[in-house]
């Protein structure tokens, strides 16, 4: 069975300083590797989706790398602001019907 | 543009009460989800539909009942509730097999099951 694990559970950066959260997954056969942010009483909003046959993926001061390979993927967030401030869900999909296997999440504090 | 809507945003129930929660999308999407979300244990998916009309098991569907008459339209209910299920319930929607494309998800109902 697919585990997706996200450590650290949580962290604390002071604004400018670059965010870097990980994600690993136990089974290589992935389909893609999503990652997503999630607000306080909110739903997700995805930020990266990168295919199996990729290796990263960029929007704006995001940056997802994936090595299927040892079974990790890390999200970039260059210059942090607090406004990034959320908790940040990485999630596999292992077969074309689209199902996630997500992992429990980082949740990131920027301080000012 | 909607996209995906999920009906009510809170409830609380008494054990052994039913309820239904209704999600709409207006994206066209044929695959819809719905996942559960607790505590330190991410999200986790309950039952999913590939088409109108057709529904399937996900990881953890016992005590929940889903229907998808209508394409836009994904219903998942309880029977009898039990304070086990008291959770964060998502909804969510996408193209369907051979996209490569994300997940859009609603924001979320919250029960509480006493």
């Known amino acids: 069975k697919q585990e997706v694990t996200q450590i650290p559970a949580a962290l604390s950066v002071p604004e400018g300083e670059n965010l870097v959260l990980n994600c690993s997954f136990t089974?290589?056969?992935?389909?893609?590797l999503q990652w997503f942010r999630q607000d306080p009483g909110k739903g997700l909003t995805s930020l990266l989706l990168?295919?199996?046959?990729?290796r990263e993926q960029t929007s704006g001061r995001l940056n997802a790398s994936l090595d299927k390979s040892s079974g990790r993927s890390t999200l970039y967030i260059a210059a942090s602001q607090p406004g990034d401030s959320a908790t940040y869900l990485c999630?596999?999909?292992?077969?074309?019907?689209?199902?996630?296997?997500f992992g429990a999440g980082t949740q990131v504090v920027v301080t000012p | 543009n909607a996209g995906v809507t999920q009906t009510p945003k809170f409830r609380v129930l008494k054990t052994g009460q039913s309820m239904t929660l209704l999600c709409a999308q207006d994206m066209n999407h044929e695959y819809m989800y719905w996942y559960r979300q607790d505590p330190g244990m991410g999200l986790r998916l309950i039952h999913y539909s590939v088409g109108e009309g057709t529904t399937a098991k996900g990881e953890v569907p016992d005590g929940y009942n889903v229907s998808r008459l209508k394409k836009q339209n994904f219903l998942l209910g309880l029977e009898s509730a039990a304070p086990s299920q008291t959770s964060v319930y998502f909804c969510?929607?996408?193209?369907?097999?051979?996209?490569?494309?994300?997940?859009?998800f609603g924001n979320g109902t919250r029960l509480t099951v006493t």
């Open positions: 990168i295919q199996s046959s990729q």
């Open positions: 089974d290589s056969a992935i389909y893609n």
């Open positions: 999630a596999v999909s292992t077969d074309s019907w689209g199902k996630l296997q």
């Open positions: 969510a929607s996408g193209l369907g097999q051979g996209y490569n494309s994300p997940l859009h």
